[in-house]
């Protein structure tokens, strides 16, 4: 008698007494079995790689932030600098100490001249005020010499006095 295994999933056709047909059988459950345990498998792998895939896109947005967040504070801190190099009055804008020296080591870096600062700069700088401020460094750099010196010689004079060799 011949019966088709159909309703079962096999796709075999033999008596219920044929031994090829129920080896068939029990082969194909077998391998049923073993394709549901990699099927549940590939479904955990795939779970694991979407959650990767979601920490890899955390990861990169807190970078982005990170990145956003300092050339913000570089932008503040540039803006800080030239707030801090100039001060706007009702006369004009007058450059502070911080400024002028600021000015000062970029002419003198770049081999300007005192009108080319100012179009480096793109500030209106006037070539007598950097004349100005020039002298006003120089002076001050003098002054901190002579102090320097001065103290210098006071403590190895004070030395000398106190008999110590």
């Known amino acids: 008698m011949l019966i088709a295994f159909l309703r079962h999933g096999v796709d075999c056709v033999g008596t219920l007494d044929d031994p090829d047909c129920l080896g068939l059988r029990a082969e194909i459950c077998k391998l049923k079995g073993i ?3 990699k099927d549940d498998q590939l479904g955990s792998q795939a779970a694991e790689l979407r959650h990767l895939k979601g920490h890899i896109r955390k990861l990169m947005n807190r970078r982005e ?7 913000e504070e570089d932008s503040k801190r540039k803006h800080q600098m030239v707030e ?6 009702v006369g004009g804008t007058h450059m502070t100490p911080r ?5 000062l080591s970029r002419r003198c870096l770049a081999n300007l001249s005192a009108r080319g600062v100012g179009f480096m700069l793109q500030r209106d700088l006037h070539h007598s005020t950097l004349s100005k401020w020039e002298i006003r460094m120089r002076a001050s750099l003098n002054a901190a010499a ?3 010196f001065a103290r210098a010689a006071y403590s ?10």
């Open 35 to 37: 394709i549901k345990k």
């Open 65 to 71: 932030s990170k990145a956003e967040k300092a050339s």
């Open 84 to 89: 801090k190099c100039e001060f706007k009055t």
């Open 99 to 103: 400024g002028a020296f600021s000015v």
């Open 146 to 148: 002579r102090e320097f």
């Open 156 to 165: 190895v004079a004070s030395h000398a006095m106190s008999g110590v060799n």
